[in-house]
Nanobody
């Protein structure tokens, strides 16, 4: 089994910063793509950013220039540095990972962490 545990969410004023962390644990052979997704109130879950094992990144247009995704492969951990936060960034942020267990690849989600940006 694999578990993803997020941390770092909270309440912040517009213009502020937060850093989210997500640590994967369990029977992990390796992790391919890791990413962050968010779900705003009344909206579907959508992409925030992804990062490959080699460090290739992809960002939603709405967060480019403000958010930075990174990872520590040795720690099986992905981070999301969020700067210049806006009220529209509010939502539940979910960690996601494509995990290899032996020869099997499976996708996992964390439970989510709430980010609230006040105006």
């Amino acid at each position: 089994q694999v578990q993803l545990v997020e941390s770092g969410g909270g309440l912040v004023q517009a213009g502020g910063s937060l850093r989210l962390s997500c640590a994967a644990s369990g029977s992990i052979f390796s992790i391919n793509i890791m990413g962050w997704y968010r779900q705003a109130p009344g909206q579907q879950r959508g992409l925030v950013a992804t990062i490959t094992r080699g460090g290739r990144t992809n960002y939603a247009d709405s967060v480019k220039g403000r958010f930075t995704i990174s990872r520590d492969n040795a720690k099986n951990t992905v981070y999301l540095q969020m700067n210049s936060l806006k009220p529209e960034d509010t939502g539940v942020y979910y960690c996601n990972a494509d995990v290899y267990i032996d020869q099997s690849l499976a996708n996992y989600w964390g439970q989510g962490t709430q980010v609230t940006v006040s105006s």
